[in-house]
């Protein structure tokens, strides 16, 4: 039996027991663990929910491309692709993409001609040059089948490169066209960077390696030739576009001189045969109200890695290359 003095000693001994070192010691323990369980917990839920974003990201990259259809494909129709945007190995408006529609709508049975829809400012004069030169081939490989060309709210640089090739060119009145011309724009920092005091250092085995280097010193020589290139692409384009409309151009210098006009005006300077939409062409032209899609749509996280990538890309170094914009 405890008597009354055994009790308060207990009592005065719980406290300094408490306070101990070792008990200080067990407590900060627990603590730490508690802490390092949920600091797993958020880790765990971290690593989930990124082996779910990369397990979609993988889904969605290996959807195949597609192609939007307006009717069945058992009956005849028009045959339309569209090329939207600007024109980059990048971007939805690829040669690749645009190549493979046009291939699969000039290939179709039931397909009694073809529409390229198209609304661009232009772009690479290299992905406009290979859809040209891919519609020219299809033209020779499939002669009963007419390709046209409408313009929407724009057909522009590389745009129009590409409309060239088409049998016949249609747009709205209000339609923008032409702009046959090359551009290459960029910046130039170097004095920024002196006033800044940094100091720019470039090796190169080759003296006009970095010609193009935005962060050194215009040289009249470097300038003389990338005009010189310029110049080049311009005849090549120029030479286009009077293969494809031949006499139907007036003989009118300012065509040439990256001028845009009209649609209007663009038929009167031989640019365009004619007004109208997709459907006017399709009903008036081809007699034909029945159209089909075989446009090559990209998945939309290709598509955004695409646009991303060529954004920051533009931005970090300008539009160096030559464009037909």
Do not use: C
Request: aromatic letters at 8%; a neutral charge.
């Amino acid at each position: 039996m405890f008597n009354e003095s055994d009790t308060e000693r207990a009592s005065t001994a719980a406290p300094d027991t408490a306070n101990r070192p070792e008990w200080r010691i067990l407590e900060k323990v627990a603590l730490a663990s508690v802490a390092e369980q949920r600091k797993s917990r958020r880790w765990g839920v971290f690593f989930k929910s990124l082996t779910f974003l990369y397990l979609l990201f993988f889904l969605v990259m290996l959807a195949p491309q597609g192609q939007r259809s307006l009717a069945p494909s058992g009956k005849e129709h028009v045959a339309l692709v569209s090329l939207d945007g600007i024109i980059a190995a990048d971007t939805a408006a690829n040669a690749n993409a645009v190549a493979t529609g046009l291939r699969n709508a000039f290939e179709a049975e039931k397909s009694i001609g073809v529409i390229l829809s198209i609304n661009s400012p232009g772009g690479s004069p290299v992905q406009s040059g290979l859809i040209n030169d891919e519609i020219f081939r299809l033209r020779v490989l499939h002669p009963e089948k007419k390709i046209y060309a409408v313009i929407s709210d724009l057909g522009a640089s590389g745009g129009y490169y590409i409309a060239s090739a088409a049998d016949e060119i249609y747009a709205d009145k209000a339609s923008l066209v032409g702009s046959i011309g090359v551009i290459s724009a960029g910046f130039g920092f170097h004095e920024l960077m002196d006033k800044a005091g940094v100091d720019r250092r470039v090796y190169t085995a080759g003296q006009s390696k970095s010609f193009l280097d935005p962060f050194s010193p215009e040289k009249s020589r470097d300038r003389e030739f990338w005009n010189s290139v310029l110049k080049v692409t311009h005849k090549q384009f120029v030479e286009v576009v009077k293969k494809g409309r031949g006499d139907r151009l007036l003989d009118d210098p300012e065509i040439f001189s990256g001028l845009i006009w009209t649609g209007e005006q663009a038929v009167a300077k031989g640019l365009v045969d004619g007004l109208g939409s997709v459907g006017k062409v399709a009903r008036d032209v081809l007699d034909q109200e029945t159209i089909r899609d075989y446009t090559v749509v990209p998945n939309p996280l290709e598509e955004f890695v695409r646009r991303f990538g060529a954004s920051v890309r533009t931005f970090i170094m300008g539009s160096t290359v030559p464009q037909l914009l």
